[in-house]
């Protein structure tokens, strides 16, 4: 079976009602490709904005959860809140988050199986820095970031992989089709390895990192870039065009 392209728009920490209601509005009458699977991911505080005003076949995702099911976690979100608000994706371990609030692989990890045993699907973000691709270590960190997930979970069904170089986000920097490509198969060899033939045919693998309406293209033939998480041009009229990338 094919696997179903998908894209993912990550607005970060931008945006205000007005803006959020005028992408959402966009994004209702625009003609999108009915074979990408699209997934929005406002701030916390505007998902059930999103969720409102968006029209249905495309689903909102929260930016980050939390693993413990209610209780005194101040400033944090449980997986059945979201499921409450209608809210069916959560992004996991972005780099901003491992980077700035130091997160660690083992968090990730166990936020990642609260969310897929409460019946949310994670957008699951990996990637290397500068530094370490230039060290060689590029696929041995992205796949201790994908370990410490797969000692935690079992059915990969529900995850879609993001890889995300960190030199590339947000930088105007985008990886080569070619080291793209790379990573991505190298990540699905992996799959094959240590979850199992399922997983590595049927696991959804995507790039982030300065995706725009001009480079998506050419990213989109690679035959194991199964879509794109976007920053940036997420918050622009030009995502439509990266959500047709393979028309
Ligand atoms: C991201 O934040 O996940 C991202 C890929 O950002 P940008 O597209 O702006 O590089």
Redesign the pocket.
Known sequence: MPRQFFVGG?F?MNGNIDTIKSIVSHLNDAKCDSNTEVVIAPPALYLLLTREHLRSGIEVAAQNVFDKPNGAFTGEISVAQLKDSNITWTLLG?SERRVILQESDSFVAQKTKAALDGGIGVILCCGETLEQREAGKTIEVVTAQLGAVAREIKDWSKVVIAY?PIW???TGKVASTEQAQEVHASIREWLGKEVGGEAKEATRIIY????SEKNCRELAKEKDIDGF?????SLKPAFVDIINARQ
């Open positions: 990550n970060k972005h995300e590339a986000i947000g982030g990192g300065s995706v998480l976007v920053g940036g041009a």
